[in-house]
């Protein structure tokens, strides 16, 4: 696709289940970020992957916070045990690189989670 | 670890007027790039201008400049003629060149509003 793309838009969950939330970055871009927005807030830094592996998980707030890349392009973020607080959008970006100059991540639209 | 601050949650301006946006920033990093993004309703982060920190003179992407103050580890953004489709939340955010620094932080944000 020409950017990137995240589903579903939105999710309504109750609080203690399970929910994937799934990205699609930009085709040939190697690095791929998952941040969240919490209301009123800027972005917080996730996890960042390079490839299949997990470059960066220093920002994933605690185990039940987990993500793949499997095959490098498709990323899923996976929460389990869903409490009110994670309610938020869920933002991913995806770049060239990693290198030391620099790359312009594109962000995708995000999915508002709401856990009730 | 580097933080980043925008003092003004709003702000709003008469529409072709002028306005700038404050943004501070902490780091004991002497080579980084700092950005402004602009995010409208449709919750898209958008890049509006980067900054390279090794570099003196203050970027240009043509209504949009920046006031790059290295020393003062200042970093505002104007916006000349302001328009209507300007109107949104604008984001401060830095990033670091080594290795692994892959990651954005972003301030809490500024809500622009601009009135006909």
């Known amino acids: 696709g020409a950017g990137v793309s995240q589903t579903p838009s939105n999710k309504v969950t109750e609080k203690g289940k399970y929910v994937e939330l799934r990205c699609d970055p930009i085709?040939?871009?190697?690095?791929l970020y998952w941040y969240r927005q919490s209301l009123g807030q800027g972005p917080e830094f996730l996890i960042y992957?390079?490839?299949?592996?997990?470059?960066?998980d220093s920002g994933l707030p605690n185990d039940r916070f987990f993500a793949v890349r499997p095959e490098g392009s498709v990323s899923t973020l996976k929460i389990q045990r869903t409490e009110r607080g994670d309610s938020a959008v869920y933002l991913c970006?995806?770049?060239?690189?990693?290198?030391?100059?620099?790359?312009?991540?594109?962000f995708g639209p995000g999915t508002r989670l709401t856990v009730l | 670890a580097q933080t980043v601050t925008q003092s003004q949650p709003e702000m709003s301006v008469q529409e072709a007027e002028t306005v700038t946006l404050s943004c501070t920033y902490d780091?004991?990093?002497?080579?980084?790039?700092l950005f402004w993004y602009k995010q409208p309703p449709s919750r898209q982060m958008i890049l509006v201008i980067r900054?390279?920190?090794?570099?003196?003179q203050n970027a240009t992407e043509n209504r949009f400049s920046v006031n790059f103050q290295k020393a003062a580890k200042s970093f505002s953004l104007k916006i000349s003629d302001s328009q209507l489709g300007d109107a949104a939340m604008y984001f401060c955010?830095?990033?670091?060149?080594?290795?692994?620094?892959?990651?954005?932080?972003f301030g809490q944000g500024t809500r622009l509003t601009i009135n006909p």
């Open positions: 900054q390279e920190a090794y570099k003196q």
């Open positions: 992957f390079q490839g299949t592996g997990a470059a960066d």
């Open positions: 780091t004991s990093e002497s080579d980084y790039y």
């Open positions: 085709s040939g871009h190697t690095a």
């Open positions: 955010a830095y990033r670091g060149v080594i290795q692994g620094a892959q990651k954005l932080v």
């Open positions: 970006a995806s770049s060239r690189g990693p290198t030391r100059t620099y790359n312009e991540q594109f």
